[in-house]
């Protein structure tokens, strides 16, 4: 009998994943001179509708902006565009204030191979000790939540 993977390590991978996107999304050092950017990461917690999606999220933060990497299978169809995100403080289940909306941020546009990367993205959220992220369907419904990512400090 073949062996398949479980959840847990299928998370991993696209965790692990997701951090080499990150660390390959620009050489420019989003932190700016003189500080060393923090990272957070999750994975993706889908809603029920949407029970297939896994993933992954990345966050490196720097004192003027911020770079982010996302792994993702089984995410739908986004439409024309690309998939709108938020950022939040706290976590998914108990969410604090908007860090980000939607139209703060760009559209999350899939590669084949479900990943997507931005880099310099101006904002400042060195005050954030947690965040969710959370994923939308698309443009058309901006506000219907797909999946939502915890992002702890890498390592906390």
């Known amino acids: 009998m073949r062996r398949v993977p479980s959840m847990g390590v299928r998370f991993v991978g696209l965790l692990v994943c997701s951090v080499f996107v990150l660390a390959g999304c620009d050489d420019s050092d ?3 001179p003189g500080s060393e950017p923090e990272t957070f990461v999750g994975l993706f917690e889908p809603t029920a509708a ?5 993933g992954s999220a990345a966050i490196s933060v720097g004192d003027e902006a911020f ?4 792994a993702i ?11 709108p995100w938020a950022l939040f403080e706290g976590t998914c289940t108990q969410t604090g204030g908007l ?19 931005a880099s310099s993205i101006e904002g400042n959220l ?5 965040m969710a992220l959370e994923l939308r369907l698309s443009t058309d419904q901006p506000t219907t939540v797909v999946a939502c990512a915890n992002l702890q400090p890498e390592g906390g």
């Not at 949407?50 to 896994?54: E, F, G, H, Q, T």
């Open 30 to 32: 989003p932190s700016g």
């Open 50 to 54: 949407y029970d297939d999606l896994v």
């Open 67 to 70: 770079s982010v990497a996302v």
């Open 73 to 83: 299978q089984g995410a739908p169809a986004a439409g024309s565009g690309g998939q």
């Open 99 to 117: 860090l980000m909306g939607p139209d703060d941020l760009p559209l999350i546009t899939l590669s084949a191979d479900g990943e997507w990367g």
């Open 126 to 130: 060195t005050e954030a000790q947690s």
